[in-house]
Structures are given as C-alpha cells and as structure tokens.
T-cell receptor
Framework: AQSVTQPDIHITVSEGASLELRCNYS??????LFWYVQSPGQGLQLLLK??????LVQGIKGFEAEFKRSQSSFNLRKPSVHWSDAAEYFC????????????FGTGTRLLVSP | NAGVTQTPKFQVLKTGQSMTLQCAQD?????MYWYRQDPGMGLRLIYY???????DKGEVPNGYNVSRLNKREFSLRLESAAPSQTSVYFC?????????????FGPGTRLTVL
C-alpha cells in the first residue's frame, strides 16, 4: 500500500524568501503525485501533479515540484513566498494501476512572516 | 459550472442523532469520494464510488453509509452520530479515464457531534 510522509508540521518563512516543503512517498512503482493547497476554511485546490515525463513540474501560483525517484521524494518549491501563500499544503500519492485512490500526507502548515 | 457543492456547510448534532451530508458535481465526472479531515491526520478516505451504481469502502468506513443517487450526487449518512465523528468532511469527484487526472474538492462540511 502506498503512503506519504510530510515531515514538517509547521514551517515559517519570511515574505520574499524561498520555500521548500518536503514530501516522501512509499510505493512499489512509479506513482502519480500531487500537491494540494488548503486556505483556512476552504476546500483543497490542486497546485500541480506528476504522472510521467519531465521530473520538474510547474504548477499554479508560481509553485514547482521535482520528482526524485532515487529519494522517493516530491518536494514543493517556490522562489519567493507571498503573504497570500500562508495555508496548509498536502502531498498525495495515487497508484498508477487499477482504480486510483489518493493517499494524503498529514499536511504542512505554512506561516509567512512580514 | 459550480464544480463540487456540499450541503450543509456547518452542522451540530447530538450523540445518537442521524444526518445525511449531500454532495453534487456538475462536471460530468464518474468517480466520487468522501473524505474526513482531522487535525494532524490529513485526509482519510471514507467511501468512494468509482462509477454510478457502485460504492466501496475506503480507509475509515465504520459508522458511515453512502448512496450514489445518480451520476451527479453522492451522499454520506451518519446513522447514529458519535463524538469521534466530529470532523470536516470533504466530497471530491474525478473523471475516470485511461491514465489519471486529479480529484476536484468541494468546500467541506464542518460537523460537530456533542
């Protein structure tokens, strides 16, 4: 069964600084990988996804993520954080065969300081 | 398109009461899902419906039932609510095609069981 680990529960970043949120997954084959963002009191919005091909994927709001098979990681990055990026971020993994159910990580809450 | 809609947005129940959470999507998606979100635990799959007429248990199905009323609607029922079911409930939908594409989420229902 697949699993996802987001080792950082909270991260605080200064506005304008770079950001990297970590995600490690466990799955026996090449997975489908996703990053979702949840603003306070809102549902989840897809930031980006990886299915195959180029291991560096671009998403919305200036986010990108890199799939590293050797490290079983799919870390989310942004070169310059804005105050509006404060939210909770979830990494998720899906199987690439059969009916794909997503397994979510426990989330990382991003705080942005002025 | 409204996307995925959920009703109600908020609900308070007493232990032992029953209620049904409603979910509808207007994107002509064939797969629908119910998740619960608890602090520090991410999203956990309760039930899903791969296509109209089918439903299956997810990770945490105990205490819940579902009905896939038609292609658009997927309801979640709590027959006898318990305080452990206090949570935020999210419905999601996805177009099932060869390969994979993302799930779209509703805004959530915040349920408190006293």
């Amino acid at each position: 069964a697949q699993s996802v680990t987001q080792p950082d529960i909270h991260i605080t970043v200064s506005e304008g600084a770079s950001l990297e949120l970590r995600c490690n997954y466990s799955y026996g084959a090449t997975p489908y990988l996703f990053w979702y963002v949840q603003s306070p009191g809102q549902g989840l919005q897809l930031l980006l996804k990886y299915f195959s091909g180029d291991t560096l994927v671009q998403g919305i709001k200036g986010f990108e993520a890199e799939f590293k098979r050797s490290q079983s990681s799919f870390n989310l990055r942004k070169p310059s954080v804005h105050w509006s990026d404060a939210a909770e971020y979830f990494c998720a993994v899906g199987r690439n065969t059969g009916f794909q159910k997503l397994v979510f990580g426990t989330g990382t809450r991003l705080l942005v300081s002025p | 398109n409204a996307g995925v809609t959920q009703t109600p947005k908020f609900q308070v129940l007493k232990t032992g009461q029953s209620m049904t959470l409603q979910c509808a999507q207007d994107m002509n998606h064939n797969s629908m899902y119910w998740y619960r979100q608890d602090p520090g635990m991410g999203l956990r799959l309760i039930y899903y419906s791969a296509s109209e007429g089918t439903t299956d248990k997810g990770e945490v199905p105990n205490g819940y039932n579902v009905s896939r009323l038609n292609k658009r609607e997927f309801s979640l029922r709590l027959e006898s609510a318990a305080p452990s079911q206090t949570s935020v409930y999210f419905c999601a939908s996805r177009l099932l095609l060869a390969g994979y594409n993302e799930q779209f989420f509703g805004p959530g229902t915040r349920l408190t069981v006293l």
